[in-house]
T-cell receptor
Framework: SQTIHQWPATLVQPVGSPLSLECTVE??????LYWYRQAAGRGLQLLFY??????ISSEVPQNLSASRPQDRQFILSSKKLLLSDSGFYLC?????????????FGQGTRLTVV | DAKTTQPNSMESNEEEPVHLPCNHS???????IHWYRQLPSQGPEYVIH???SNVNNRMASLAIAEDRKSSTLILHRATLRDAAVYYC????????????????FGKGTRLHILP
């Protein structure tokens, strides 16, 4: 069966520090991968999505970046965090061209920038 | 991207049916209608999806209008655990060259269940 792992679950980082959040998927190949952010009391904002290794599409301009070094690994990074980067970060995957199947979400990382 | 419109919030009594509406008047013929829900402090979870015909699963039913411009998620007997934000999403196919499958969430409907 397929599973998605996202870590860490919670993170407190000072302003200006770097960030690296990792997401891995097991039990499938060539998935579409997504990073979302949810600010407190707000909706889910799509940050990045990837349809293959090294293929990243950015949805909003920001000081975050994403990379996909392996087929089932998706990394969200920042060189210098801002206070506004605080939020609930979620990784998700879907099957390639899987419109007729569901998206699976990780448990999320709650990031607090102080 | 095709857009969806949902009420901001709804209330229902426990053990009664709940009908959550979604308007998607700009839907195209190949867009799938998906529903997800998000419980507090958790990632969204899949509820149900459909294309043209009504769909049933263990969690809910999905009623799709004949012109596909609206749909309704039906929870047959709401429990307190069904209190969540419910999202209605359209998923459009990419082309053969473009595998894009952006999954864009709207604001959803916050469902409150009254004991």
């Amino acid at each position: 069966s397929q599973t998605i792992h996202q870590w860490p679950a919670t993170l407190v980082q000072p302003v200006g520090s770097p960030l690296s959040l990792e997401c891995t998927v097991e039990g499938t190949s060539n998935p579409n991968l997504y990073w979302y952010r949810q600010a407190a009391g707000r909706g889910l904002q799509l940050l990045f999505y990837s349809v293959g290794i090294g293929q990243i599409s950015s949805e909003v301009p920001q000081n975050l970046s994403a990379s996909r070094p392996q087929d089932r690994q998706f990394i969200l990074s920042s060189k210098k965090l801002l206070l506004s980067d605080s939020g609930f970060y979620l990784c998700a995957w879907t099957r390639d061209r899987g419109l007729n199947t569901e998206a699976f979400f990780g448990q999320g990382t709650r990031l607090t920038v102080v | 991207d095709a857009k969806t419109t949902q009420p901001n919030s709804m209330e229902s009594n426990e053990e009664e049916p709940v009908h959550l509406p979604c308007n998607h008047s700009t839907i195209s013929g190949t867009d799938y209608i998906h529903w997800y829900r998000q419980l507090p402090s958790q990632g969204p979870e899949y509820v149900i999806h459909g294309l043209t015909s009504n769909v049933n699963n263990r969690m809910a039913s999905l009623a799709i209008a004949e012109d596909r411009k609206s749909s309704t998620l039906i929870l047959h007997r709401a429990t307190l655990r069904d209190a969540a934000v419910y999202y209605c999403i359209l998923r459009a196919p990419g082309s053969l060259l473009n595998r894009d499958d952006k999954i864009i969430f709207g604001k959803g409907t916050r469902l409150h269940i009254l004991p």
